[in-house]
């Protein structure tokens, strides 16, 4: 018998891979839906993405995944050529100049024709295509994007790109956890430019960056789901026993135990720090370590006809720098036209990230009129939403800071310690969809391979 605690992406993947394999399983969520992070609601023909809206193609575990689940015909790709993001500076917003890979610029004439930064910082980008290798310790993402591209590139790319993904710190995240691939370009060839722009003209890209599912990612959880055994009611505590662990759930107020051979813990760190403190104490103190950020998303519906806002492309980001409250905004419609009817224009919000988890205590009335004064500022929008919905996810994005490293090397070899244990999750080694998928099926894998 397994246990799995945490029904998000992750449990369901380790579930799912179980139930194909025949081995008995209950996954433990203690929400009254799975899917954790990951819902879609539907609203008069607009798709609405509560949480993630889309997956990564270039890691291929959640292509995978929904070909196995019959799903392939509901993927569309995010149009690449159209795309266009735009950056808020000193109030106003900028286009991120064509061929900027993250913060990198591989297109020369885009960025110097591009007022986003100054002369100084450009001189700086032409610079740096001429550094050799170079071998750091592990250090922050604001310590390595100024050492490259100066201080300028870190406020207004490398901060606002990350954000939207990690909702983070630069001066706190781990370059060497966050972006693996450019710590090996500095250290095999040094400018991450020069080598960037050689990849570009050699590779011809015939996939999309991101995918997704027409009807949105829900489809993918509640296909997972019904492969599942689910209980719902949170895992309380769990105990080592003669055949493996013992889990007690508070499903319907019995807190009744449950026994497991193995178990896949898929909740997030902070939560499996709490219930492994009796398993292995240090292992739980380690897990608690993981810092964790909030954020809130508003979503918003207009009458196209109505709408008398500028339209900024795929969206925009804002810097800390500018000192507002929103952090990110998408034309959900321009990302993704199948999600939106063509008389409706959806506007997603993002609030929260690190050092900003008050903004979630705000209530839902008090969050929609700050969205839209935000957007009366920027894009001059004045126009009524026809619906809206926010929706709150509280410690919810695991933060591999500075150390994330050797932290999880420390909880890797603490976990394998402890027989039938199996950790899964963003809080370990990626943060996005595809990633938990992997970590899912290996810890289902690692079962199988022992049943
Ligand atoms: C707002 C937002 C937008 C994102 N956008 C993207 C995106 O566009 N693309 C992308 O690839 N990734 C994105 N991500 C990241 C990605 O979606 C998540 O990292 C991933 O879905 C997390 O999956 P998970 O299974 O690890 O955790 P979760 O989805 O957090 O699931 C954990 C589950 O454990 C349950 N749980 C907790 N404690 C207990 C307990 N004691 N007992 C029982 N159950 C418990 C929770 O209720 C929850 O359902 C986004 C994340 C957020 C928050």
Not at 102 to 121: D, I, K, Y
Request: hydrophobic share 40%; net charge neutral; proline share 5%.
């Amino acid at each position: 018998m397994v246990i799995i605690v945490g029904g998000g992406v992750a449990g369901l993947s380790a579930a799912y891979d179980l139930a194909n394999a025949g081995i008995p399983h209950t996954l433990i969520e203690k929400q009254p839906r799975v899917g954790g992070v990951i819902e879609t609601r539907q609203w008069e023909g607009c798709v609405m993405e509560c949480g993630p809206d889309s997956f990564i193609s270039a890691k291929p575990e959640a292509m995978k995944l929904i070909q196995e689940l019959g799903l392939a015909g509901d993927v569309i790709g995010s149009k690449d050529e159209e795309r266009v993001t735009y950056i808020q500076r000193h109030g106003k917003l900028v286009r991120l100049p064509e061929g900027t890979t993250m913060f990198v610029p591989t297109r020369p004439s885009s960025m110097l024709a591009s007022p986003l930064v100054g002369w100084g910082t450009k001189i700086r980008m032409g610079l740096e295509f001429f550094r050799g290798p170079e071998t750091h310790p592990d250090r922050s993402v604001s310590e390595f994007v100024t050492d490259h591209f100066g201080r300028e590139t870190l406020d207004y790319l490398a901060e606002p790109l990350l954000s939207g993904v990690y909702g983070g710190d630069p001066d706190q995240l781990s370059v060497a956890s966050v972006l693996p691939r450019f710590v090996e370009m500095e250290r095999t060839k040094g400018s991450l430019a020069r080598t960037l722009m050689a990849a570009r003209s050699s590779a011809k890209r015939t996939e999309p960056l991101f995918r997704t599912l027409k009807s949105g990612l829900g489809c993918l959880v509640d296909r997972l789901a019904a492969k599942a055994n689910v209980v719902h009611g949170a895992a309380e505590a769990i105990e080592k026993s003669e055949g493996g662990f013992r889990v007690r759930v508070a499903s319907k107020g019995t807190g009744d135990w449950m026994e497991a051979d193995h178990l896949v813990v898929a909740c997030p760190a902070w939560a499996a720090g709490e219930l492994l403190c009796d398993v292995d104490s240090r292992l739980a103190s380690l897990l608690r370590m993981i810092p964790y950020t909030s954020s809130a998303i508003t979503q918003m519906v207009f009458r196209a006809s109505e709408f008398d806002g500028q339209r900024a492309g795929t969206g925009f980001l804002v810097p800390r720098a500018e000192r507002r409250r929103l952090m990110a905004c998408t034309f959900v419609g321009t990302k993704f036209p199948h999600r939106v009817p063509a008389d409706k224009i959806t506007l997603r919000c993002f609030f929260g990230g690190s050092g900003n988890d008050a903004v979630l205590e705000e209530p839902d009335d008090a969050l929609i009129a700050i969205a839209r004064e935000e957007l009366r500022a920027i894009l001059g929008l004045t126009a009524a939403p026809i619906f809206t919905g926010v929706y709150r996810w509280p410690r919810a994005m695991a933060q591999y800071i500075v150390g994330h490293g050797a932290r999880l090397k420390e909880i890797e070899s603490h976990a394998s310690a402890v027989p039938g244990l199996h950790l899964a999750g963003n809080a370990y080694t990626g943060i996005g969809i595809p990633d938990c998928i992997r970590m899912g099926r290996q810890a289902a894998a690692r079962i199988i391979a022992t049943s």
